[in-house]
C-alpha cells in the first residue's frame, strides 16, 4: 500500500512536470508566430543564405572582412578578401551560411564583388 501511494506520489509529480512543460512549450511556438507577423521588414526569423564572391572584382577595401570577420579575411599577399569556407574555380567563390540575419556584404562591397541570395 505504502508503495503503491509513493508511486503515484512520484507519477503525480511527472504529470505536473509534464505540464509545466507543455505550458513552456506551447509559449515558445507561440512567440516566433508574434515575430514573423511583426518584421516582415526586419530580419525574419533567419535561414539559409547563399553568398557567392567574384574576387576579381575585389578591390581590397576590406569593408567585408571588417564587418563580418566571421566569414571574411583578408589575404595579405594581394591584399583581396578571401570568403572563409568557400567552395569554387577560378574567381568564383561560394558559400551557404544560416544565420538569423541576411548577411550585409553585398550592400556594402564598393566592388559589388559579393552577391546574396536568400
Ligand atoms: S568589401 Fe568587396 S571590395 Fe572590399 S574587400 Fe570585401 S569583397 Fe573586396
Known amino acids: ?8 506520489k512520484g507519477r503525480g509529480n511527472d504529470f505536473r512536470k509534464t505540464a509545466k ?11 516566433p508566430r508574434a515575430a514573423t507577423g511583426q518584421g516582415k521588414e ?3 526569423p533567419g535561414g539559409l543564405y547563399r553568398i557567392q564572391y567574384n574576387r576579381k572584382r575585389c578591390i581590397g577595401c576590406g569593408a ?8 571574411w579575411i583578408m589575404n ?5 578578401a578571401i570568403l572563409l569556407h568557400g567552395r569554387g574555380q ?3 567563390f561560394r558559400s551557404t551560411v544560416a544565420d538569423l540575419n541576411r548577411p550585409p556584404e553585398d550592400r556594402i562591397c ?4 559579393i552577391q546574396v541570395q536568400d
Open 21 to 31: 512543460n507543455g505550458r513552456a512549450q506551447k509559449l515558445n511556438t507561440e512567440e
Open 90 to 92: 577560378g574567381h568564383i
Open 64 to 71: 567585408c572582412a571588417e564587418l563580418a570577420p566571421e566569414r
Open 1 to 8: 500500500m505504502e508503495r503503491q501511494g509513493k508511486e503515484q
Open 110 to 113: 564598393p566592388a559589388s564583388a
Open 76 to 80: 595579405e599577399k594581394d591584399g583581396k
Open 42 to 44: 526586419a530580419t525574419g
